[in-house]
C-alpha cells in the first residue's frame, strides 16, 4: 500500500545501512547484522528469506576479499604471535583471573579500562568484572526482559506496524547480545 517512491527510497535506506555495516569491517557486527535478519525473518514465518541470507552472506563471503580477510585474522597470527582469537582468548583468561578477586559486587565502573592497557573485547567480561555477578545478572535480566516483551507483544499485535517495530526490537536486542561476546558494544554505542 505504501507509495513506490517511499518504497524505493526504503529499499535504498536499507542498501546504505548494509554497505555501512560492511564498511566498519567489523566481522562481530557482520554476525550480528545476519542474526537480526534471522530473528526478524523467524518473526515473520518466512523460512525462504533465511535461506536467501545464508546463501547471500556466503556469496559475499566468496567474492569479497577483504571480508575473506577478517575471517583470516582468526586463523593467521597478526601481532603478538597470536591470532585475533587467540589474543582474544588470552585477554578473557586474564579478565577471568581479576574477577576472582571482587566476583559478586566487581571493582567499580570504568575500572576495567584502569587496570587493563587494552578493551575487554567481551562486554560480559568487562561487566562482570566492574559491577560483577550481581551487575552483569541485572544486565541479561534487562535485556532478556526487552526482548521477550517485545517478542510477546509481537506475537500478540495484529496491527502490523506495531508487530514490525516489536519484532524490530527483539532483532536489535538479539544483534547487541551476540556483538557483545566478542566486541566492546557497551563502551563504543550508547545502550
Known sequence: KTKL??????????????LEIYATYNRGAWIALI??????????RTSS???LYIVSGLLVFTFFGNIQSRFDDLRYAQS???????????????????????????????MYQKAFTFMAHNDYLR???????????????????????????????????????YITIASLIVALM?????????RSTVV
Open 5 to 18: 517512491l517511499i518504497k524505493l527510497g526504503l529499499y535504498g535506506l536499507t542498501v546504505l545501512l548494509v
Open 35 to 44: 542474526a537480526a535478519l534471522i530473528v526478524f525473518s523467524f518473526c515473520y
Open 49 to 51: 528469506r533465511i535461506i
Open 80 to 110: 603478538y604471535d597470536m591470532n585475533s582469537w587467540q589474543w582474544r582468548i588470552m585477554i578473557w583468561s586474564d579478565t577471568i583471573e581479576k574477577i576472582k578477586i571482587h566476583p559478586l559486587i566487581g571493582n567499580g565502573l570504568g
Open 127 to 165: 561487566f562482570i568484572y566492574e559491577t560483577g555477578f550481581i551487575g552483569l545478572i541485572s544486565y541479561l535480566s534487562y535485556m532478556f526482559y526487552i526482548l521477550f516483551v517485545a517478542l510477546k507483544r509481537a506475537v500478540r499485535n495484529s496491527i502490523h506496524y506495531e508487530k514490525s517495530k
Open 178 to 186: 551476540i556483538i557483545s561476546m566478542a566486541d566492546n558494544m557497551a
